[in-house]
């Protein structure tokens, strides 16, 4: 972009100035009247000419910071064939405009790292003014809130009134729980807020924790630490006793009937409670995921067949769903095998061999935030809402011959594998539904 040039510079402009003032002043001390005016005429033409100078290097100003405003950094002005006064001018408002726009650029390269970082994080944030209106907030946020776009307060009614409230009315400085359920499952979260003045506008910075998730690492670390110590003592007490049963049966073969059966009893129970307890060590020794990449098409296929091998019932009908055909996930396959086979067995038991029209349904996709979800429903008996909150507790457990590890050590393979293992629940759920997601 250019404007059309002076023919002079402003320094030749004002040298001028300064002779026709020197020869004027000198004419008229001279005597030399008659050329006074002529010298006068030609020091206001020399000063409208430098005050028009002066505009258009005024409006060149003006029209690059209106570019500027509108983020417009195309422009430049040119600089060859012009006067060195006028190319000087041009040049600085060319490096002021680059200036400004490789600081435009880091700024926006800023902004976007700290994105980044907020997206990255588990801990929901939102930042929200005092009408309502939601300036930022991260998919953590969007995660723990169950919606894919929040743009204002309201729109956390549908959800639960109270947390819509709770978001609306929170002030700096405040600390507040809260439960809900969502859509997915149901959440607990802790709510903590900050303010700062953004734009010249006074906004809250809202912390969001799930409660749940905390509660669950720790109560599962807790189990485990037990369970690690309880069999230790158990083995070291076991074994001897075992052990030295069986060596006196091996020793004296001539001995009383009586004795001869009590130490069998002790050696074979004994033995026993070993088994049991090696099964139990299972929980506290889950390998350390390998994960690679497979498509999950074949992994359905291959574990369905494997359910309806170990278990028969012919009853129930076993459905795929899998969206993308090509969907593949990134996991340990044998460890997720030892998940979804639980799943698929579970819900076999729950449904039994009379129910008419049974069926399981496994289904995989990839959600809003490109995490592959995979659920396993069934239309048997819904779990009810007082055993439903003890399911991953570890040995919890409503079958007779039931060990009450098998989901414990599921939802401990999918925290290894950096996921999760949850019950949907809700006023809206009609099946029994576990969601796995990858995240």
Request: net charge negative.
């Given at each position: 972009?250019?404007?059309?040039?002076?023919l002079?510079?402003?320094?030749?402009?004002?040298?001028?100035?300064?002779?026709?003032?020197?020869?004027?002043?000198?004419?008229?001390l001279?005597?030399w009247?008659?050329?006074a005016?002529c010298?006068?005429?030609c020091?206001?033409?020399?000063?409208?000419?430098?005050?028009?100078?002066?505009?258009?290097?005024?409006?060149?100003?003006?029209?690059m910071f209106?570019?500027?405003?509108?983020?417009?950094y195309?422009?430049?002005?040119?600089?060859e064939?012009?006067?060195?006064?006028?190319?000087?001018?041009?040049e600085?408002?060319?490096?002021?405009?680059?200036i400004?726009?490789?600081?435009?650029a880091?700024?926006?390269?800023r902004?976007r790292?700290?994105e980044?970082?907020?997206?990255?994080?588990?801990t929901?944030?939102?930042?929200?003014?005092d009408?309502?209106?939601?300036?930022?907030c991260?998919?953590g946020?969007l995660?723990?809130?169950?919606?894919?776009?929040?743009?204002?307060v309201?729109?956390l009614?549908?959800?639960?009134?109270r947390?819509?409230?709770?978001?609306a009315?929170?002030?700096?400085?405040?600390?507040?729980?809260?439960?809900?359920?969502?859509?997915r499952?149901?959440?607990s979260?802790?709510?903590?807020?900050?303010?700062?003045?953004?734009?010249?506008?006074?906004?809250?910075?809202?912390?969001l924790?799930?409660?749940n998730?905390?509660?669950?690492?720790?109560?599962?670390?807790s189990?485990?630490?037990l369970?690690?110590?309880?069999t230790?003592?158990?083995?070291?007490?076991?074994?001897?006793?075992?052990?030295?049963?069986?060596?006196?049966?091996?020793l004296?073969?001539?001995m009383?009937?009586?004795i001869?059966?009590?130490?069998?009893?002790?050696?074979s129970?004994?033995?026993g409670?070993?088994?049991?307890?090696?099964?139990y060590?299972?929980?506290?020794?889950?390998?350390?995921?390998?994960?690679?990449?497979?498509?999950?098409?074949?992994?359905?296929?291959?574990?369905?067949?494997l359910?309806?091998?170990?278990?028969?019932?012919?009853?129930?009908?076993?459905?795929?769903?899998?969206?993308?055909?090509?969907?593949i996930?990134?996991?340990?396959?044998?460890?997720?095998?030892?998940?979804?086979l639980?799943?698929?067995?579970?819900?076999?038991?729950?449904?039994?061999?009379?129910?008419?029209?049974?069926?399981?349904?496994?289904?995989?996709?990839?959600?809003?935030?490109?995490?592959?979800?995979?659920?396993?429903?069934?239309?048997?008996?819904?779990?009810?809402?007082?055993?439903?909150?003890?399911?991953f507790?570890p040995?919890f457990?409503t079958?007779?011959?039931?060990?009450?590890?098998g989901?414990?050590i599921?939802?401990?393979?999918?925290?290894?594998?950096?996921?999760?293992?949850?019950?949907?629940?809700?006023?809206s759920?009609?099946?029994?539904?576990?969601?796995l997601?990858?995240?």
């Amino acid at each position: 972009m250019g404007f059309k040039r002076p023919l002079y510079s402003l320094t030749m402009h004002l040298s001028l100035l300064v002779v026709a003032c020197v020869i004027g002043t000198w004419s008229a001390l001279a005597g030399w009247r008659a050329f006074a005016p002529c010298m006068l005429v030609c020091i206001v033409l020399i000063i409208v000419r430098i005050r028009k100078l002066y505009f258009m290097n005024a409006q060149k100003i003006s029209f690059m910071f209106d570019a500027v405003n509108n983020n417009d950094y195309s422009f430049k002005y040119e600089t060859e064939g012009h006067s060195m006064d006028d190319r000087l001018v041009s040049e600085s408002l060319n490096r002021i405009t680059q200036i400004l726009f490789q600081a435009k650029a880091e700024a926006a390269q800023r902004e976007r790292y700290y994105e980044l970082i907020m997206n990255s994080v588990k801990t929901g944030i939102i930042v929200i003014d005092d009408n309502g209106n939601i300036y930022q907030c991260n998919n953590g946020a969007l995660r723990l809130l169950g919606i894919s776009i929040f743009t204002h307060v309201k729109q956390l009614k549908p959800i639960d009134e109270r947390l819509e409230r709770m978001i609306a009315t929170i002030q700096p400085g405040d600390k507040e729980q809260i439960s809900f359920a969502n859509e997915r499952r149901n959440i607990s979260l802790s709510l903590r807020v900050s303010e700062m003045n953004l734009k010249e506008k006074h906004v809250r910075i809202i912390a969001l924790n799930d409660i749940n998730s905390e509660m669950d690492e720790k109560e599962i670390d807790s189990w485990i630490r037990l369970t690690r110590v309880l069999t230790h003592e158990i083995m070291n007490s076991i074994t001897p006793i075992t052990s030295l049963s069986d060596t006196l049966l091996s020793l004296h073969e001539a001995m009383d009937e009586d004795i001869k059966d009590g130490l069998e009893v002790i050696s074979s129970t004994g033995k026993g409670l070993i088994s049991f307890v090696e099964s139990y060590r299972k929980f506290t020794h889950i390998p350390t995921p390998q994960p690679s990449l497979f498509y999950v098409n074949r992994f359905a296929e291959r574990v369905v067949q494997l359910a309806r091998f170990h278990n028969h019932y012919p009853n129930i009908d076993i459905r795929v769903d899998i969206r993308p055909d090509d969907l593949i996930l990134y996991a340990d396959e044998n460890l997720i095998s030892q998940v979804v086979l639980n799943l698929l067995k579970n819900a076999m038991q729950a449904i039994g061999t009379e129910q008419p029209d049974a069926w399981i349904l496994f289904k995989a996709y990839c959600n809003e935030e490109e995490n592959v979800i995979i659920e396993v429903s069934n239309n048997g008996p819904l779990i009810p809402p007082e055993e439903a909150e003890h399911i991953f507790v570890p040995f919890f457990t409503t079958k007779e011959k039931g060990s009450g590890i098998g989901l414990s050590i599921s939802r401990q393979i999918m925290r290894l594998s950096g996921g999760s293992l949850v019950l949907k629940s809700g006023p809206s759920v009609q099946y029994t539904t576990f969601v796995l997601t990858f995240r």
